[in-house]
């Protein structure tokens, strides 16, 4: 598990984190989510020790992890701008990940360097970016670190890469203790990857809740009512986060089982009625809007 | 899991990420060291070969190669020292790197370890395998002889103790900047500043106080003094290995070069201890910033504004020739503006940031300023500075006019040569107890008492006091007060035998030593045996106690000089040895057993009368008016005029009733005249009147 008790952190006179408390429990794919300058790469180099808190603590499995190399081995922290040695091939980088990360698994990255096709003693600085982002993340799967820190690693992958990362993390977690942290400026770029998530804001955290969790809990409904008045009732029994009315057409956003609003329309005798799907970026619409925040300035 | 982490397995690896800067450092040590050294030794074996050069000239040549004298390699040392800590730290300068190396489950510490000692390896192993090869190209031509052998490999760990100093100096403006470029300006700045502070400040005595002693040698040299660079971390291995090849030659005292050692590891525990206490204290995020510790900034900022503006202005007093000393003060001033910009500059790449601190640049205006008036105002009282007489336990004189005659050991207080010219050498050898006319002189100078510039006399003086303290002054005194001086001096048996190294000096006289008297009819080789030589100076030295300094400045008839070989200074290879003659023994007319042994045994009458038969020509160069004119006598009539009215002296001894005309002499022998032949003033031939 990883911990984050009262962390803050500034550079000179820049507040980037300001007291962030946060738990990461072990077993899920942590995405966390802000604009740009939010405090994501300062909280995800503070997790992989690289920075120091200014006050408080980011403890993995307990043990704090600046400077201390045997925390420090539970995680494998992926820089927004992947470091690969001058002229150094992808056998190069395999070579010095198996000395520092002793439980590297040189049989596993060469089955996953094969599956996307990459030359393994081919220089990397001849690779695309997107191609650098692969070995990055193969690279940083294959250490065998319990916890695994992105930052902005999946930013700029294909649909297609995006799909086959996923399914290693799936894997992953499948086979071992694995808990992948991902940092993202884009909800989007996370919907279809993580189970949790946490969204900074000014360095602090304004939300972190499963999204499981969200997803049944907030529904979106499509209904043609023809009595106003039961109509306006409707509105009045749901937990109405969002409404919306066009011509006879009403959506609702509200908070509830979809079972719980189903039965309160059915009450109202609709002409007709659906469940929507609803993204991510509307979950958290409606979520930070009830904390007070008009979230769609903060990360869309 | 961390234990697992093998140390050596990641020093392989930095090594391999910095393959080409291993490749480089053996191509450069091999071209720099045996390639170097065959090619020179080719033509000097060649010429050996054929016979038109002695074996010892090619050892001797081999010998300098592998030596400290090979000052080329000295700066490659630290070239290399330079490269390789810039680049083993640089990722300190890099967000990305410090990213994937720190995020790594290694401690800092190790890492840098890791990075410190592979970056030994890569100078250490060619250098030393290098150095090696050269020494079986010595064996393999015959010059590798036992001594050459074990001086080339005390050279070896020198030249890495040099290396190391430098490295750890590198290192720690690595750790100490946020950037390249900066940590490069750091390096310069930890290696010249405290040597560019002591410099500074023997240059503002030297500017300001009228009675600093002035290293004869140039002021230059005293800024630059080989042992001020003991202050430099990076060019401290220099200034030990120049002591050390000077020791070699004997041409040193040993007591600096321990001091000199002692500094050299001092640096190297000293820069790489800092380093790395701060590169584990270092937060990432320094990192492209200007200074990794930005408290730092206005502190490094200040210390080296001052310094280096007191140092332009100087530069530019020296420039200006200007006894004014208001340029000194501009310049300074307008150094401080500048530097402080530029620093601003550096730190921050904005132009429109270089005058951000304005109080900050006043504050350190001010300070100069206040550094300088202190000095321009002698707040410190050094000019006027007179210990109490019974404070003092010896002191000692310099008189150009005698003691600049003669070498003096440097008794292991300097890094000069052994025997050397310079008035701190003489005072050291000539403290007296009997000092009172010295003490007296020094109690006019102290009082600023400015005597005619026709009548003043510059002296150095040596005060050691009784609680183990030494002090130099410099002073313009009166020449009568001099003379008085003087004349109670060479009263004094302890100062005359002092004065004159010839009393002291035995060791030092080889039979290749060579004598000679010098007069008005030229400078006479003594044809001696090497006991004639002895006896002779036996004969000398009794009478030489006897003399007084008017027997000195009125009744010298000739001057004795000794070109003298010191056994010490002999090179076995070269088999010949530097010598240096010392030409001021005056001959006065009451020596009359030196006078006459020189008759009797070496054939030369130093009282014989010269006459204008024994005169070809005579140069008159006559400055009594502006332009110098020069004039040629051959005219027998006229040579009997100037004969008659001509003073000697062989001491060139300025007399004070002279006239401004320089007389040379041509024997018909072809001998020229030594010493100085004068006219006293209004006593000039009526032929030459004309010219007034």
Redesign the interface.
Known sequence: MIEINGVNKSFGALKALDNIVATIQEGSIFGLVGTNGAGKSTLLRILSGVLKADTGAALIDGQNVYENPEAKAKVCFLSDTAYFFPNATIQTMEDYYTIVYPAFDRERFSELTEKFGLDKKRRINTFSKGMKKQVSVLLGVCTGTKYLLCDETFDGLDPVMRQAVKSIFAMELMNRRFTPVIASHSLRELEDICDHVGLLHKGGILLSKDLEDMKLHIHKVQCVIPDPVKEEELLTELHVLQHDKRGSLLTVVARGTRQEILMSIEDKQPIFSEVLPLTLEEIFISETEVAGYDVKNLIF | ??S???FF??MK?DL??RSWLVALVWVACFILQPMVLMLRLESVMSAVNGGYMEKAYAINTYRSYVGFENEGLALFVILTAVVVGASGFAFLHSR?????F???????KKFFFVQYLSGILMFVVPYTVCSLICMLIGMANGLLTGAVAVYALKVIPFRILEFLSAYGTMILACVLTGKLLNALLGGLALAGYLPLVLSVLVGMKSLFFSTYLQDTNGSMRAMLHTRHMLLSPVFVGSAVENMLEKNAQMLHNGKWIVIGTGMLVFWILVTTGVALRLA?LR???AAEQAMAF?KTEGIVKVLLVIPLSLATGLFVQDMLYASDKKWFFIAAIGTVVLLSAVVEFIYHTNMKEIFRHKLQILLTGIATLAIALFFFLDVSGYDTYLPAKEDVGKMALYNEQINGNFYYPELGESDGAFQSYSPESALRNTLISDFDPIYELARKGARGEKPSEEDGRTICVEYRLKDGRTEFRQYLVDRKDLEKAMTALFSDEEYVEKTYPIFWRETDLDPSSEMYVEGLFGSEILKLTKEQKQEFLDVYRKELRTISYQDLNENTRAAFSVSIVSEEQYDPYLRSSTSYSENGYPICEKFTETIAYLKEKAGLDVTRQISEKDVRSVEIMDYRNREEESIQIDDPEQIRQILEKLEYTPLYFVTDDSESINIFLTMVDGQTSMGRPYFKKGNVPDFLMKNE
Not at chain 2, 96 to 100: E, I, N, S, T
């Open positions: 899991m961390t697992k982490i093998s397995k990641l690896e391999k990420r990305v790197k410090l990213d994937f720190h995020s790594l489950p290694v401690t800092r584990v937060k990432t995020e930005p």
